[in-house]
C-alpha cells in the first residue's frame, strides 16, 4: 500500500504547507550550516521544472482539498503530514532533513553546548543505571551523588529493570531548569537506600574532550563543533601552550561536523592573513570566500591533524584547509565525504527544515562532497561499507583517483579531489590484536572495570598524575583478573588468542578504569598510548 500512498503523501505534505500557511523562520545555523541572505521574490518567481510557483501551487492546493473533501475515510492530516515530509527531503540528497518539533532540542543541544538536567555520565549494567562520572559543579556533585552510585529510584517509583534503556533515563533526568527530581541512590558504602532532591540546571557539553601534553607537543581532542567550540579550542591552546607545547595534534577522527563559523574561527588562529579556508558555492548561492584575518595567534607553530573515515564536514573543512595551504600534514585514512551546506528553517510549529544549498571547496579548488544521486539514499549509506569490502580501510593502494581529480596545494603538492580528504600519511585500521575471544569480550572489558573501578575508586582516585596511576595498574594482574571473570561467560581464550589479543586488552581495562575514576585526559592518554595513528602524527614533531 505504501506504493501506491507515496505519491498522495507526498503531495499532500506540500500542499498542506501551502494551504495552513507553514512560514519559512529566520534561517540559523546549525549542523554544517551557514547563513545566506537572498533575493527571495526573485527565487521564488524563476521557472522550477516546467511550472511556475504559482501553476504548482495550484495544483497542490486542488489535490490537497480533494484529498480533504472527498476521500473516503477521515484523513488525520497531521500524522500524513509528519510522515510524508521526510519522505520528501529523502529524495532530495543524503544531508536535506526535517526535523519534527519533538525531536529539535535533542538534535541541537550537542551544538549549543548545553542542556538542562542533573548533570551526571552514566551506563546501564545488568538493568541499573550506574553513575560514572559527575559534572564538575553540577547538581548532582553540589548534593553529594558520586560515581560508583546507582540510581534504583526516581521520585520514589522503582527505577531498574529490562525497560530501563538510555532514552528512558535521558527523558527522565533531563528537564525544565529549576524543576526537581528525587533520586533513591544505592551505595556501596551504605546499606541504607540514600535520597537525594536534585535541583535540575544547565550542564554544559563539552566538545574539547581531551587536552594533555605529551613531551613538547600539545593533543587535544575534538568531538564536535558546536557553539563553545572556539572558546573551548581556544583556551585549551593557550593552556597547552602556557605548558610548554611547541607544536600541537588536533585529533577530528570521529569528529562529524557541527556551525561552519566555529571551523573558520578555529582555521583562522594557524593561517596567515588573506589565506583561504573555504569557500561555498550553489545553484542559487553565488561563490563565497572565507579567508583568515591575520590575526590567529599560533600561526607558526607546527600542526598535525588525525582524521578517519568518520570525519566529517567542518572536520574535512579543517583538514582540507590545513592541507591546500601547506600549513599541516594530515595522517590517518580518507575522511567521509560530506560536503554539503544546509541552511536552516524553523517553521510555525518548531520543527524545522534544514535544506542543501550549496558545496563546500577547500582552497585548491576540491569539492568535499562525495558523489551521490538523488533518491538512491541507500547506496549512499553503504559507501562506507564498499570502502571497507574494497580494502581501503587497510591499503592504501585499493584507494584510486583519475587524473581529472588532482589538485596541487599553494606550495605545489599533489591532493586528491573525489569526496573527503585524502590524508598525506595513511595509516590502516590496526586490526592485528582483534581475535575471536576479544570480539566476545567488548562488552565485558567495560562491565569488569566499572566493578573494579566501584571496589577500588578511593585507591584509583587518588594517584594525582597519569604515569603512576598507569604503573599501578598495570601491576594489578587486570588480564588475569578479566579472564577469570570472563571465563564462565564466554569461556576461556586460547595461547594464541591471548598472544594476540591480551595488551590491548588490558590497554583497553585501563584506560576505562582511568575514565571511570579519573577522567577523559586519562583516559585518552592510555587509550592512545598504542593507537598507531596518534603515535605516527606524535613521530611527525621529532622526524
Known sequence: MKKYWLPFLISLAVAAVLCIGIQLGEARMANEIHVYQSDDANFDNRNRGGLTSSEASAKLVYLFDLLRDRYVDTLDLQNLVEDAIPTIVEELDPHSSYISREDMTAVTEQLEGSFSGVGIQF???QDTVMVIQVISGGPSEKVGIQPGDRIVTVDDSLFVGKKINNDVVLKTLRGATGSVVKLGIRRNTSRELLEFEVERGEIPVNSVVAQYLEGNVGYIKIDNFGRNTYNEFFTALINLRAHGAKGYLLDFRGNGGGYLEICIAMVNEFLQSNQLIVYTEGRSQPRTDHRADGHGNFQNDPVVVLIDEWSAS???IFAGAMQDNDRAQIVGRRSFGKGLVQQQFDLYDGSALRLTIARYHTPSGRCIQKP????????YQMDLINRYERGEFYNQDSIHFADSLIYTTIGGRVVYGGGGIMPDI???SDTTYVSAFY?????LLYSFAFQYSDNHRETVSSFKDFKSLQRYL????????FISYATPRIGRPTPAELKRSGAEMERLIIAYIMRQCKDENFFYQEFNSSDKTYLKGLSLFTE
Open 372 to 379: 551521490y544521486s538523488m533518491g538512491e539514499g541507500e547506496d
Open 439 to 443: 570480539n566476545k569480550s567488548i562488552s
Open 314 to 316: 567542518a572536520s574535512e
Open 474 to 481: 598495570a601491576g594489578q594482574g587486570l588480564l588475569n583478573a
Open 123 to 125: 551506563n546501564i549494567q
Open 426 to 428: 595513511f595509516v590502516p
